[in-house]
């Protein structure tokens, strides 16, 4: 992507020495060609006007407070969906602590939670506000809630001190926006099946075998995709997440709904099946509640295994298939034997035994096995699953380009 051409790109410029970076950024994406409005809260205006705003962008410069003119103009749910994408630049600790507390107190941070674009923010503050605690507790919040920092630097700062917490460089900004479009344009026009979450198979109308899983890993990786641009659907266990409306969910609860759902969501270009699914279902599922005194025995049947029915279609084999094994020892020994077992292309692998990571957990750690290099394996560090879903979905974006 050489240029900016037909992007929209809302800044929302806050209060900080750091602001008149900002200007210099609006014009190099100017440069770009690319369509700019812009939020100046209260207390940027004390470091950049509107004025000089507007003749940069040669666009709309949003007062931060809610007025008749702007909301009859384009109101701030319309500015939020207007944009490709938002950058909050100059981020200040003050920002930072309002967004990770979802805070609407002004018209930024209500564009920006009410904003279903990607969102990156370029911090910029003294080095001790951004080594203190607080602020590292309020960049992982919103890191798990999917927005992106840009920077910062180290370097010398208005204050006198050195360290990091400046602003980064205009051409940097740049330069990240334009390799985010890029990637996500990569997916324009190419399907992609997710799975998520545990089934349930019912015993009766009340009780059922089930496992622990969340189904956080998959609605992560599913948005990623959708992110970047692909048409992505997502079939779901039971689980009590949200996902974003331009992600087509389809919600089941047992194996063979997730089956059937998969069966009529072909063809797809990819298929990444996180769902941990019960390998066994009820043979006869009792039609009323079984009561504590009656006896009775709980015979299992195998239910489908869906990766293999997938893997091997002979007619609508997605180009990409990428199973997930959730294991509690031996780890790389079965992820191997379910990658040739399967007929999959890669097995991305965790430890389920570990505490506080996998199964109900916002962490994971995984390996990553390729059917066409077997001696190859990548290891994903302990990280968000969130910030693992962008790593897998990078991966995905450079096998299928």
């Known amino acids: 992507m050489n240029d900016l051409m ?19 950024t609006i014009r190099l994406f100017r440069k770009n060609n690319a369509e700019i409005k812009t939020i100046v809260t209260k207390s940027a205006k004390e470091f950049v006007t509107p004025l ?44 930072i602590s309002k967004l990770s507390q979802g805070s609407t107190e002004d018209l930024a941070s209500t564009v920006v939670l009410a904003s279903n674009k990607q969102v990156f923010l370029a911090p910029a503050m003294n080095v001790r506000m951004w080594q203190h605690q607080s602020t590292k507790d309020n960049l992982n919040t919103l890191k798990r809630y999917g927005y992106r920092f840009i920077g910062p630097v180290i370097g010398d700062m208005a204050c006198g001190e050195y360290g990091e917490g400046k602003m980064s460089e205009p051409s940097d900004i740049l330069n990240e926006i334009l390799n985010f479009l890029s990637s996500q344009s990569k997916g324009k026009g190419i399907k992609a099946l997710v799975t998520a979450g545990p089934t349930n198979e019912y015993i009766d109308p009340v009780r059922f075998l089930t496992n622990k899983s969340s189904g956080k890993q998959g609605y992560e990786i599913a948005k990623s995709l959708s992110r970047r641009g692909f048409d992505t659907t997502l079939i779901s266990g039971p689980t009590n997440l949200q996902i974003d409306e331009d992600i087509n969910l389809i919600k089941v609860e047992t194996t063979e709904e997730m089956f059937k759902a998969t069966q009529k969501s072909l063809p797809t270009d990819i298929a990444v099946f996180t769902a941990a699914v019960a390998d066994y279902k009820i043979n006869q599922k009792s039609p009323d509640k079984l009561k504590k005194q009656e006896s009775y025995n709980i015979k299992l049947e195998q239910n489908i295994d869906i990766l293999n029915y997938v893997s091997n279609h002979n007619s609508m084999r997605p180009k990409l298939v990428i199973g997930f094994a959730a294991e509690t020892r031996d780890l790389d020994k079965n992820a191997k034997i379910k990658l040739r077992n399967k007929n999959c ?26 059917k066409n290099n077997p001696n190859k394996k990548e290891k994903l560090s302990l990280k968000k699953k969130s910030e693992i879903s962008e790593e897998i979905v990078d991966r995905i974006v450079n096998q299928i380009n």
């Open 52 to 95: 000089s705003v507007a003749s940069l962008s040669q666009g709309k410069v949003y007062d931060d407070l809610f007025s008749v003119e702007n909301e009859t103009e384009m109101d701030h749910i319309a500015l939020s969906r207007w944009a490709d994408v938002i950058i909050v630049a100059p981020a200040t600790a003050h920002t």
């Open 6 to 24: 037909t992007k929209k790109i809302l800044f929302v410029i806050c209060g900080g020495v750091s602001a008149y970076k900002s200007l210099e």
């Open 345 to 370: 292309d890669w097995i991305i692998v965790n430890d389920v035994s570990k505490k506080n990571i996998g199964f109900e957990s916002d962490y994971n750690e995984v390996n990553i096995h390729y």
